[in-house]
Nanobody, 122 residues
Framework: QLQASGGGLVQAGGSLRLSCAAS????????MAWFRQGPGKEREFVSA????????DYADSVKGRFTISRDNAKNTVYLQMNSLKPEDTAVYYC?????????????????WGQGTQVTVSS
């Protein structure tokens, strides 16, 4: 089970940190990712992190502004979002791949959190 939190309303240029707490069997040991779905848009990849945290990847649109990290002792993955833009407005979802394929394809992620709303005002 994945529980995402940390969303909210922020002005452009501001920051937010999202958290995704994992519970249950194997929690915290999977490849994890963040996706987002903006108004009227399809869900898109944001970032992924390997099981150890040693490898991370980002969508071009967020490179240099977002940072993904994890604390396996706490079974939690984070997404630090800086220099937010109105186009970052979306529902953000965390996801886990039980087969650890490390992909930007949402079809590879079997477990999903409930989503947390991020709204960036201009």
């Amino acid at each position: 089970q994945l529980q995402a939190s940390g969303g909210g309303l922020v002005q452009a240029g501001g920051s937010l940190r999202l958290s995704c707490a994992a519970s249950g069997r194997g929690a915290g040991t999977n490849v994890m990712a963040w996706f987002r779905q903006g108004p009227g848009k399809e869900r898109e990849f944001v970032s992924a992190i390997s099981r150890s945290g040693g490898r991370t990847d980002y969508a071009d649109s967020v490179k240099g502004r977002f940072t993904i990290s994890r604390d396996n002792a706490k079974n939690t993955v984070y997404l630090q979002m800086n220099s937010l833009k109105p186009e970052d407005t979306a529902v953000y979802y965390c996801a886990a791949d039980p087969y650890n394929r490390y992909s930007d394809d949402d079809a590879n992620y079997a477990y999903w959190g409930q989503g947390t709303q991020v709204t960036v005002s201009s």
